[in-house]
Nanobody, 123 residues
Framework: QVQLVESGGGLVQAGGSLRLSCAASGRTFSDYAMGWFRQAPGKEREFVAT????????YYVDSVKGRFTISRDNAKNTVYLQMNSLKPEDTAVYYC????????????????WGQGTQVTVSS
């Protein structure tokens, strides 16, 4: 498995921006499609975005399309989530995850997970 460590969370006002990073180690990063998920208090973990091994394909949940951008730098073994125009409903713990297949939105298809980073958006 690949080890994942997220960073970049914090407190931001509505309309603001944050960039999350997820550093990978332990295996060949480019062998994995990567995803971001989030979990708000009292809610189930939700898919946010995913990116293919080389970064050429991405997919987003409808609620973040046009506001969030997932990207990766395979030379730095890092995946990013740029979050713009943040809303209070984006408040959650954000997790990055790795999968050997691309295209899934289901957490069960992701075998490696980070510890999560808290994002809080105030109104």
């Amino acid at each position: 498995q690949v080890q994942l460590v997220e960073s970049g969370g914090g407190l931001v006002q509505a309309g603001g921006s944050l960039r999350l990073s997820c550093a990978a180690s332990g295996r060949t990063f480019s062998d994995y499609a990567m995803g971001w998920f989030r979990q708000a208090p009292g809610k189930e973990r939700e898919f946010v975005a995913t990116i293919s091994w080389g970064g050429g394909s991405t997919y987003y949940v409808d609620s973040v399309k046009g506001r969030f951008t997932i990207s990766r730098d395979n030379a730095k073994n890092t995946v990013y989530l740029q979050m713009n125009s943040l809303k209070p409903e984006d408040t959650a713990v954000y997790y990055c995850a790795a999968s050997t297949t691309y295209g899934s939105r289901w957490s069960a298809d992701f075998g490696s997970w980070g510890q999560g980073t808290q994002v809080t958006v105030s109104s």
